[in-house]
């Protein structure tokens, strides 16, 4: 790698320094900067881990940036994979949650110096969108690998982010103070661990872990590989804090804090952390927390499941007593019609004389009703033959008007007119004329129209509305006639005034009509005609009645009436065994459909449960 022209030391040399030495210092400008190992890489390896699933840098991408690469390793490449600002970007769009802060990164294989600079102003300006603390920082010190500003940028957005996990997953109450709820919060979470452990409660995350005991115990609870015995066997506090982190590197936890931070209370490194552990393990407890949902979720599941099962019992019996009974009241209503069927019978025996005679009877009515019917045909033969009437299907329209009002104000009128077929109470539009512009004695083009285009077609009732054309506005109403079409095609002409309530001087509207084409229509107008047609169809309505007449009820032809009474009887029966039957089918019916919902409902909560029982093994397992 190029040396940077604003420091003394190459990132060579510092990566070899790192080699060596628990801390760097470097010289940049009239300044000395200084950072641990430990600091350096837990700031690479926090920003290896959340763009671990970026595309970008994935390894099926064949996208290939100038200084970007992920996973930045060694560490001490930091400060040149960060030079066109990429990462930087990409990192900062992952610490806000929906939209990204950044867009329209510069992602190329070659960059200009200009661009990268372009990238490293974004990240500055992304920066200042999450308030973070930017003094006396440009895009220029980024671009050209300033380490101290490199490390700083960096450390502030690390910390942002565990910062916002801790807020998250603690539920914060959105004080103010961020960083003094987040203090509060990684505390009450060490002490709500040392209380299982017997060791005491903290106050601070500075003195009261001076001596690392808490945190070897904090260690111990959360992962069992971690064991203190050793450590506490070491009466110097560095050294005992140096194997407490080494206790730490067990569980890929040794990031952002060494000895000297801990023994010394450096309060900011010790917080990073303790954030770290607190977001790595904290999902350790939203298992056991989804562990025990599922179970009470699992048991009340189960307790429905049996609760349906009764259900399911109870419907099927009465599902099986409805069909009982069903099949009772089935085989009575068989026998009652067998009943009903031999009285019948012997009805039909006793009225068999009386039932010749009523036909008798009926046929002479016929024959008489077929006479009339032929003598009212005979008179309609000789009607003469029916009116011809040529009836318009095409005609051609002339509209005109006369002394329209002025509708403009530096003008006159804009004149057009629309036809419309009344239907109801409503007007449907037909035909919309052409507009002349700047007129009051408009003259339009003749229209021809077909009868097929109206409702009705002779009958029908149009309207001519006539209107004033406007371009920026409404078009403004200037009256309308309303006639039914066919006085306008047998006169020929019509001329009327518009009529509008709201206007005084309408004008008038001049419509010609010339018929272009017709058909021959046969018109009954011939009074005797209509006279005798009546009297025909009369004839065969009389005609029909009498030949569909019903069988005359036996009370009127003299039948026994023991047989009537216990037909009568029978009869009364044999509706209230149907309506019992189809009550009984009805609730067989109803219950069947109550099972089958039952029995879906049972197999859902079963397959339900078997998920479950499948997620609690998963979590179980882990």
Not at 81 to 109: M, V, W, Y
Not at 515 to 543: C, F, P, Q, S, Y
Not at 585 to 593: K, L, M, S, V
Not at 605 to 617: G, N, P, S, V
Request: some cysteine.
């Amino acid at each position: 790698p190029a040396s940077n022209p604003r420091t003394n030391v190459t990132a060579q040399q510092a990566t070899m320094s790192l080699k060596h030495a628990d801390s760097v210092v470097l010289a940049q400008g009239t300044s000395l900067h200084s950072y641990s190992v430990e600091e350096l890489a837990g700031v690479v390896n926090y920003i290896n881990m959340v763009l671990a699933d970026d595309p970008d840098f994935s390894s099926e991408s064949k996208k290939v940036f100038p200084c970007a690469k992920i996973p930045i390793t060694p560490p001490a490449k930091l400060f040149t994979a960060l030079k066109d600002g990429i990462i930087l970007c990409k990192f900062i769009n992952k610490l806000s949650p929906g939209e990204p802060l950044i867009t329209n990164i510069h992602q190329r294989r070659n960059m200009s110096p200009l661009l990268m600079r372009e990238n490293c102003a974004k990240v500055l300006e992304g920066m200042q969108q999450l308030k973070l603390r930017l003094i006396n920082i440009g895009a220029g010190d980024l671009a050209q690998g300033a380490v101290s500003v490199s490390l700083g940028l960096c450390w502030q957005c690390v910390a942002y982010d565990l910062r916002r996990r801790v807020l998250a997953l603690g539920n914060a109450t959105g004080a103010k103070d961020l960083e003094k709820e987040e203090e509060n919060l990684l505390i009450a979470w060490i002490n709500k661990h040392l209380k299982e452990t017997k060791s005491g409660k903290i106050s601070n995350l500075g003195s009261d872990l001076q001596d690392s005991t808490k945190l070897l115990a904090l260690l111990h609870e959360l992962d069992e590989r971690c064991n203190p015995e050793d450590a506490l066997a070491e009466s110097d506090l560095t050294y005992r804090a140096g194997h407490t982190l080494r206790e730490a590197e067990k569980i890929n936890c040794r990031v952002f804090v060494n000895a000297e931070d801990i023994v010394k209370c450096n309060t900011r490194n010790t917080k990073l952390f303790i954030a770290n552990l607190y977001a790595q393990f904290h999902p350790e407890e939203e298992r056991l927390q989804k562990l025990k949902e599922l179970r009470e979720d699992t048991a009340r599941l189960q307790h429905r499941l049996e609760h349906l099962k009764k259900k399911l019992q109870r419907s099927q019996h009465r599902q099986e007593k409805d069909t009982t009974e069903e099949a009772e009241l089935a085989r009575e209503a068989a026998e009652l019609e067998a009943a009903l069927a031999d009285v019948e019978k012997q009805l039909q025996g006793a009225v068999q004389q009386n039932l010749r005679e009523e036909r008798d009877k009926h046929d002479a009515e016929v024959k008489k009703a077929r006479h009339e019917y032929h003598m009212l045909k005979q008179q309609l033969n000789k009607i003469d033959p029916l009116e011809r009437l040529k009836l318009p299907t095409k005609f051609r329209l002339a509209v005109s008007c006369n002394e329209l009002p002025k509708m403009d104000f530096l003008g006159k009128s804009d004149p057009f007119y629309i036809v419309s077929q009344v239907l109801g109470n409503e007007g449907v539009p037909v035909f919309k004329s052409e507009v002349i512009k700047n007129i009051l004695d408009p003259v339009f083009k003749a229209k021809e129209y077909e009868m097929a285009q109206f409702i009705n077609s002779i009958d029908s009732e149009v309207v001519f509305s006539v209107w004033d054309w406007d371009k920026f506005t409404g078009n403004d109403f200037i009256g309308s006639v309303q006639f039914k079409l066919h006085e306008l095609a047998k006169t020929g002409k019509y001329h009327g005034k518009l009529e509008n309530k709201h206007l005084k001087k309408t004008g008038t509207i001049t419509i010609i009509c010339e018929v272009t084409d017709t058909e021959d229509v046969a018109i009954g107008e011939n009074k005797e005609w209509r006279r005798v047609h009546d009297l025909m169809k009369e004839a065969k309505h009389a005609h029909k009645k009498i030949r569909a007449m019903p069988v005359i009820g036996t009370e009127d032809i003299g039948v026994p009436p023991e047989l009537v009474e216990k037909m009568k009887e029978l009869q009364v029966k044999l509706n209230d065994v149907h309506e019992r039957l189809d009550h009984a089918h009805d609730a067989a019916e109803g219950h069947a459909q109550r099972t089958e919902e039952l029995v879906a409902a049972t197999s859902t909560y079963e397959k339900t449960i078997r998920k479950r029982e499948h997620e609690l093994a998963a979590l179980e397992a882990q």
